[in-house]
């Protein structure tokens, strides 16, 4: 008998937990979910944050790297990468532009917002390095001191009471920053000190530049450390890829935990999460839709030449396998083979374009990443301003830069995102229940965006064939 495919795991281990959560949470069964479920999904995300930062920084250096020699990248280098850029720019653009239509977030009752609210509230309390990205002080107002009380109860570890009340109690200043002052955090004086902290934006610029230096240096020289490097990344690739074999119950265990624990006994609470699982969805998946069967087709036939139904039809198996297995790596012998047969592009076009894609350009990523982010802000009643969705556009596109082509790594680098405008990195064990399907579909938009890079550059470089 034929095993089942690990996405088809996935979505049963969501169904699963979606179900049991309706009924702990009609059957008031929330002690015993918390206590011997949602420990489960804890050890997860857990596991994930620990690969998060290491994940992060040899990806970038190895994607770098394999670009070889940076300073005599030819014409077709920069033009790759300079189409790879725009297009994940435009991607997570057009995610904003989506979420900030819908807005997916705001459709829910008011009441799981404030509590949602009071939650972010109580989590900068207990962090306050983090810069607020408001001035909205829930914890401050007497009329929702029910609330808190009820939320600082049903949040994991009564030991942050004391500081509940100490923030309460305690005046907050506002740290005067000069206009530069995002440009600055993303240097560093210490990566120890930032590799140890989480300091995303400082790891990715570390080693973007790390990468390109070694690439800089003779080849003699910098070839026991790529081995190191590239030994590295796969380490803690295949670290992740194990810890995937074990997402259907994972899955199981978030989506019970978090509905749970979001909904209590109050059904009403569980209706609101899944409407907020709904509208979430749908706009990450219309978005991903209209960035792979409208923008590419239209950009393709614009600087190519090429019809829409060429294109899409020459592409289909690889989008095919890139939902099937939700790896951009997976699927690339089938895309060079599409590339070459049904597009026309030359060999060499589709070796060179095609594997830089599979490492630094994640379209669907970027634009997932951006709806997800803003999303679960409006969750928590957070309105994120123009300036901090900007810093998701270009945090977002540094970060796909580091996601590893392998399923879920996406939700790894969601924290950089996350942490990047001061919101609580743990807020992807939210949506992770659903992830799984979206990632099937954000491959399809990262493999189709490497394909239509490739069949552009072929055409420029007088390398398509027109049969």
């Known amino acids: 008998m034929k095993k089942l495919g690990l996405h088809w795991q996935v979505i049963i281990g969501l169904i699963v937990g979606a179900v049991y959560a309706w009924f702990a949470v009609t059957n008031d069964w929330t002690k015993f979910t918390m206590d011997y479920i949602?420990?489960?999904?804890?050890?997860?995300?857990?596991?994930?944050?620990?690969i998060a930062v290491p994940l992060v920084l040899f990806s970038i250096i190895s994607g770098v790297i394999s670009l070889k020699d940076i300073t005599k990248l030819g014409r077709m280098g920069i033009k790759t990468l300079g189409l790879y850029l725009i297009t994940t720019l435009f991607a997570v653009t057009l995610g904003l532009v989506f979420v900030n239509l819908v807005k997916p977030g705001e459709h829910q009752d008011n009441s799981i917002r404030i509590e949602n609210r009071i939650a972010y509230e109580?989590?900068?309390?207990?962090?306050?390095?983090?810069?607020?990205?408001?001035?909205?002080?829930?914890?401050?107002?007497?009329?929702?001191?029910?609330?808190?009380?009820?939320?600082?109860?049903?949040m994991k570890g009564e030991k942050f009471n004391d500081w509940v009340t100490d923030k309460m109690d305690k005046k907050a200043g506002q740290s005067n920053k000069g206009p530069l002052?995002?440009?600055?955090?993303?240097?560093?004086?210490?990566?120890?000190?930032?590799?140890?902290?989480?300091?995303?934006?400082?790891?990715?610029?570390?080693?973007?530049?790390?990468?390109?230096?070694?690439?800089?240096?003779?080849?003699?020289?910098?070839?026991?450390?790529?081995?190191?490097?590239?030994?590295?990344?796969?380490?803690?690739?295949k670290m992740v890829m194990v810890i995937m074999k074990a997402m259907p119950f994972f899955v199981f265990a978030l989506m019970a935990g978090q509905i749970v624990k979001a909904a209590g006994s109050d059904p009403s609470k569980f209706a609101?999460?899944?409407?907020?699982?709904?509208?979430?969805?749908?706009?990450?998946?219309?978005?991903?839709?209209?960035?792979?069967?409208?923008?590419?087709?239209?950009?393709?036939?614009?600087?190519?030449?090429?019809?829409?139904?060429?294109?899409?039809?020459?592409?289909?198996?690889?989008?095919?396998?890139?939902?099937?297995?939700?790896?951009?790596v997976a699927t690339l012998p089938v895309t060079m083979d599409c590339l070459e047969k049904n597009i026309g592009?030359?060999?060499?076009?589709?070796?060179?374009?095609?594997?830089?894609?599979?490492?630094?350009?994640?379209?669907?990523?970027?634009?997932?990443?951006?709806?997800?982010?803003?999303?679960?802000?409006q969750f928590h009643m957070i309105d994120l301003s123009i300036a901090q969705q900007a810093i998701i556009v270009g945090t977002a596109t540094l970060a796909s830069i580091g996601a590893a082509a392998i399923p879920s790594a996406g939700l790894v680098l969601m924290m950089v995102v996350l942490e990047s405008v001061g919101l609580n990195p743990a807020w992807?064990?939210?949506?992770?229940?659903?992830?799984?399907?979206?990632?099937?579909?954000?491959?399809?938009?990262?493999v189709t965006g490497d394909a239509a890079v490739t069949t552009i550059i072929a055409k420029s470089e007088n390398e398509l064939s027109d049969e």
């Open 38 to 50: 949602n420990p489960f999904g804890n050890i997860f995300i857990s596991l994930l944050k620990m």
């Open 122 to 154: 109580l989590w900068l309390a207990d962090n306050p390095q983090v810069q607020r990205v408001d001035d909205i002080r829930f914890l401050e107002d007497p009329k929702y001191s029910k609330q808190i009380a009820e939320v600082s109860a049903r």
């Open 181 to 237: 002052s995002a440009l600055e955090d993303v240097f560093t004086s210490n990566i120890f000190q930032s590799l140890t902290d989480g300091k995303m934006l400082q790891i990715i610029f570390f080693g973007i530049f790390f990468g390109i230096m070694l690439s800089m240096i003779p080849e003699d020289k910098a070839k026991p450390l790529i081995g190191l490097v590239e030994g590295f990344n796969e380490v803690f690739v």
């Open 272 to 328: 609101e999460l899944m409407k907020f699982y709904l509208w979430y969805g749908l706009v990450v998946v219309a978005g991903l839709l209209t960035m792979a069967f409208v923008v590419y087709p239209i950009i393709v036939r614009a600087l190519a030449g090429m019809g829409f139904k060429k294109f899409l039809g020459g592409i289909r198996d690889a989008q095919i396998t890139a939902f099937s297995t939700s790896s951009s």
């Open 345 to 377: 592009a030359s060999k060499s076009t589709a070796s060179f374009v095609l594997p830089i894609g599979a490492t630094v350009n994640m379209d669907g990523t970027s634009l997932y990443q951006a709806v997800a982010v803003v999303a679960m802000a």
């Open 428 to 446: 992807i064990a939210i949506i992770f229940p659903i992830d799984r399907i979206l990632d099937m579909c954000r491959t399809v938009v990262n």
